[in-house]
């Protein structure tokens, strides 16, 4: 449960800030619009609340490829990592089904949503910047890895905990604001399994991409640090 509802409160935030007040009023006269900084918070200040509120249950993973680096660490179970998973992608999914309910209090949001992807991830005319699938992938994997090197480190020290959710949260706003423009950042298979449901046929026909990238970062990132020996905490 805690989980699902850290997932939930990330991919309501982040996705739920991107549609609704990231070109508000419009993408042309964004006088109002909080933009990909605003986006990019969003994201970050959601990751805080989440770890804050359950990290102490769960320890706050709320995205596959997180939990998958944490195994490869040796800093959690794999009995566990099955009811991680599936918690996370339908906690994400919960999100967006709550996104699209709302989009469709107003005439024509849901469908204009839809249309422009639903705030999904992509690459070729799919990214916001035309970045090809090469340099996303590179981008998707690399960023995935340093963020759970952060986690890693952080949390690798009983002294550092109380920070742990801040400095997660804002790596997380910080690799917002490099990869927004290159992939519309996922970092988090959760994410985007979340939002590519509801963007269409491009968003699911590219869902791969952000599926096995942060998966390969983090497993990259865990195993370099697991032969590094940082020590896992205990008790």
Do not use: C
């Amino acid at each position: 449960m805690s989980e699902f509802f850290g997932t939930f409160l990330l991919v309501l935030g982040g996705v739920g800030t991107a549609l609704f007040a990231a070109n508000f009023p419009s993408d042309t006269d964004n006088q109002s619009g909080v933009g990909f900084l605003g986006v990019a918070l969003a994201f970050g200040l959601t990751l805080v609340a989440g770890i804050a509120a359950v990290g102490h249950i769960s320890g706050g993973h709320f995205n596959p490829a997180v939990t998958l680096g944490l195994l490869a660490a040796g800093r959690t179970d794999l009995k566990h990592v099955p009811g991680y998973i599936v918690s996370q992608v339908l906690g994400g999914l919960a999100a967006t089904s709550i996104i699209a309910i709302v989009l469709s209090g107003k005439t024509g949001a849901f469908q204009a949503a839809h249309d422009a992807g639903f705030a999904s991830n992509g690459y070729g005319s799919a990214s916001p910047g035309g970045y090809g699938l090469g340099a996303v992938f590179l981008t998707e994997a690399v960023l995935t890895g340093v963020f759970l090197a952060v986690i890693l480190s952080i949390t690798a020290k009983q002294e550092y905990q109380a920070l742990a959710p801040i400095g997660i949260g804002l790596t997380l706003t910080l690799i917002h604001l490099v990869s927004i423009p290159v992939s519309n950042t996922s970092v988090n298979p959760a994410r985007s399994i979340a939002a590519a449901v509801y963007g269409g046929d491009t968003p699911l026909a590219q869902l791969w991409v952000f599926i096995v990238a942060p998966i390969v970062g983090a497993l990259v990132a865990g195993l370099i640090v697991r032969v590094g020996g940082r020590r896992r905490i205990t008790g």
